[in-house]
């Protein structure tokens, strides 16, 4: 993990080589203690820990048959595939971003690649004088877990670099995940490399059609309304923030998704995370995402879309 390029400076791969995430999972035989103090076995059971501050960190219990995937495995695969496949260029312009959850039981690796960039101009029928636009880059990720919960998951799709609003919809056509068995392992990331260019291209062309497609606000508003699972009082949150991307975007179903896709990627005064005690934000996150992919798949987004 501790690659130079040619004039001996560490790249963006060696300056994150030690962080948190990547440390190492290992599984122990568990047992309890009987009311008399003797050892109770847990046949089929082990547990997962990781070094956090020097001390042994339990990160969770699962089935004795559960596959680590070491998250430094992953992305060691994973960033030899993008020396592979990308130019120098493409490498220095990465930036990455770690995240963890239930201390160091989830984690996950964004990596944003700025030489993957296009500039979307909004079109818009209300007001035909606003001249305004964005840029997005691609964004790769990687996340696994090690209590159980967490799937093994790759995925690539835009970002936002306006407004930092993660705009990576999880579909069949840009992600896929493998559960924590002999299946999970390095070689699955080849693919994900190879077509991360393909896939970006394909989906900028979509939001392209996002920011040509213009909406009306009465539309926009059943729409929401009508999103599964959304009560009341988050429609009416999540369209002040859809009036607030209308505002600086236009009347375009781009500013909507960007509105929709704000509530996923931040955790804020508007769509504040519970705080539980226990760590939770970045898989709140990462769940709020997956509410978002299946929004926008909904028949409310879709007949927006093709009003």
């Given at each position: ?11 963006v791969f060696?300056?994150?080589?030690t962080?948190?995430i990547l440390?190492p999972?290992?599984?122990r ?7 008399g103090g003797e050892?109770l ?5 082990v547990?997962?820990?990781t070094v ?10 699962v ?11 992953l992305v ?5 595939e993008?020396?592979a496949h990308?130019t120098?260029e493409?490498?220095k ?8 959850a239930f201390?160091g039981?989830y984690?996950?690796?964004?990596y944003t ?11 818009n ?5 606003l ?7 691609a964004?790769?990720r990687?996340?696994t ?6 799937r093994?998951t790759?995925a690539?799709?835009?970002?936002d670099l306006?407004c ?7 579909t069949?056509?840009d992600?896929?995940s493998?559960k924590?068995t002999s299946?999970?392992?390095a070689e ?8 991360a260019i393909p896939?970006?291209e394909?989906?900028?062309e979509n ?6 497609t213009?909406?009306?606000w009465s539309h926009i508003?059943?729409a929401v309304?009508?999103?599964p699972?959304v009560s009341?009082?988050?429609?009416e949150?999540?369209?002040a923030?859809v009036a607030?991307e209308?505002r600086?975007?236009?009347f ?11 509530y ?5 005064i508007?769509?504040p995370?519970?705080v539980t005690?226990?760590?939770n ?12 992919a299946r929004?926008?798949?909904?028949a409310?987004m879709?007949?927006?879309q093709?009003?």
């Amino acid at each position: 993990m501790n690659y130079i390029m040619n004039d001996n400076t560490p790249d963006v791969f060696a300056q994150h080589s030690t962080s948190s995430i990547l440390s190492p999972v290992v599984a122990r035989e568990m047992a309890g203690i009987g009311r008399g103090g003797e050892i109770l076995p847990a046949d089929g059971v082990v547990g997962n820990y990781t070094v956090r501050d020097g001390k042994p960190q339990f990160l969770g219990a699962v089935s004795d048959g559960y596959k680590i995937a070491q998250m430094r495995d992953l992305v060691a695969a994973a960033e030899s595939e993008m020396r592979a496949h990308f130019t120098n260029e493409q490498l220095k312009s990465i930036e990455i971003k770690d995240r963890s959850a239930f201390r160091g039981a989830y984690v996950e690796r964004r990596y944003t690649i700025k030489a993957f960039e296009e500039a979307l101009t909004y079109g818009n029928t209300t007001a035909r004088t606003l001249e305004v636009g964005t840029t997005v880059a691609a964004e790769m990720r990687l996340k696994t877990g090690y209590d159980g919960n967490t799937r093994t998951t790759v995925a690539c799709g835009p970002i936002d670099l306006v407004c930092n609003n993660g705009l990576a919809v999880m579909t069949d056509v840009d992600a896929f995940s493998r559960k924590h068995t002999s299946g999970s392992n390095a070689e699955m990331f080849r693919r994900w490399i190879e077509e991360a260019i393909p896939t970006f291209e394909k989906v900028v062309e979509n939001m392209r059609d996002w920011a040509d497609t213009p909406v009306e606000w009465s539309h926009i508003e059943d729409a929401v309304r009508a999103l599964p699972g959304v009560s009341n009082q988050r429609a009416e949150k999540l369209l002040a923030r859809v009036a607030t991307e209308v505002r600086e975007r236009g009347f375009n179903f781009y500013a909507v998704v960007s509105g929709l896709t704000y509530y996923s990627s931040h955790n804020s005064i508007e769509f504040p995370v519970r705080v539980t005690g226990n760590d939770n934000v970045a898989t709140t996150l990462a769940t709020r995402e997956e509410e978002v992919a299946r929004w926008l798949n909904s028949a409310p987004m879709q007949q927006l879309q093709a009003a």
